[in-house]
């Protein structure tokens, strides 16, 4: 990456505007490798130097990916009045203007969700066309039945009459199962089982593509992800092998039973 200026730098990577920067400038608020600027014309290499913002450093890549174990309570948006939204996870030093939840989860599903200020990675991930498979880890309120298996398998019609994309589905446990799906309708996961008869009482959503959710991750947690991770949620690998990762990823969060 080619040399830029301090200030452009720092207002493209963070919340602030350029004046709200110059002002930190002359507070002495950033350095760079250890020195501190208060130039705002002063050039500067991201790639090369370490530059930090009250002690916290600026992460320099062009685009910024984190995968977020999103909790119950929080809505996948950039604003609401009304709920908290997910970049409120994000920690002040990683936050940039233009980042967004790629993808949905209902405010009550918990998991994966990635969070960027990349637009075209998420309208790839997001697109139709590329089918990007994802995966959630279902709690009925009622025992699982072997027939939905087969009717999930041949796409079920909501309510309203939508048609589903066929559903791969594996039982785990009396009333668990890991459901994939590679579309995205509104409630989907929770309208396909409330046509089988049954009620969703949690979603958790575990991998995209073949991207598994680190298990270790708490709940409102995040971590950095680099392009190959990305490239990870763009590929699809087939349901038997991402269910024997899931199993053995996921296997003390199934066995304490959280939900
Ligand atoms: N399907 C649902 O019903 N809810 C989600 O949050 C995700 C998929």
């Known amino acids: 990456m080619a040399e830029i200026r301090l200030d452009k730098f ?4 963070t919340k602030y505007s350029r004046n709200e920067v110059k002002a930190l400038l002359k507070k002495g608020a950033v350095r760079a490798d250890g020195i501190i600027i ?3 014309k002063q050039k500067i290499n991201p790639e090369m130097q370490e530059i930090t913002l ?6 320099g890549g062009e685009h ?3 995968i977020l174990n999103k909790p119950e309570g929080y809505i996948c948006a950039t604003e609401d009045k009304q709920h908290k939204t997910v970049l409120e996870l ?3 030093e990683l936050r ?3 980042m967004f939840p790629a993808g949905r989860l209902d405010i009550d599903s918990t998991g994966l969700v990635l969070v960027t200020d990349d637009g075209e990675l998420a309208h790839q991930m997001l697109s139709p066309k590329h089918h990007v498979p994802k995966y959630y880890l279902v709690t009925l309120a009622r025992p699982f039945e072997e027939s939905y298996l087969q009717s999930l398998a041949d796409g079920i ?3 309203d009459g939508t048609a589903c994309l066929p559903v791969q ?5 009396e009333k668990r199962c890991l459901v994939c799906l590679h579309e995205g309708k509104y409630h989907q996961v929770k309208r396909m089982f409330a046509s089988l008869g049954n009620h969703v009482e949690h979603l958790h959503r575990v991998a995209v593509g073949s991207l598994v959710l680190a298990p270790d991750l708490p709940s409102g947690g995040h971590l950095e992800v680099f392009h190959k991770d990305i490239l990870k949620m763009l590929k699809a690998e087939s349901f038997s092998a991402m269910c024997e990762q899931i199993m053995l990823a996921f296997s003390s969060y199934l066995i304490n039973d959280r939900h």
Do not use: F, N, W
């Open 10 to 13: 720092l207002a493209d990577r």
């Open 96 to 98: 940039r203007k233009d």
């Open 64 to 66: 910024i990916y984190l």
């Open 169 to 173: 589905a594996r039982q785990i446990s």
């Open 157 to 159: 019609t909501l309510s």
């Open 54 to 59: 009250g002690g916290k450093k600026i992460h």
């Open 90 to 92: 994000v920690p002040e």
């Open 38 to 40: 208060t130039d705002p």
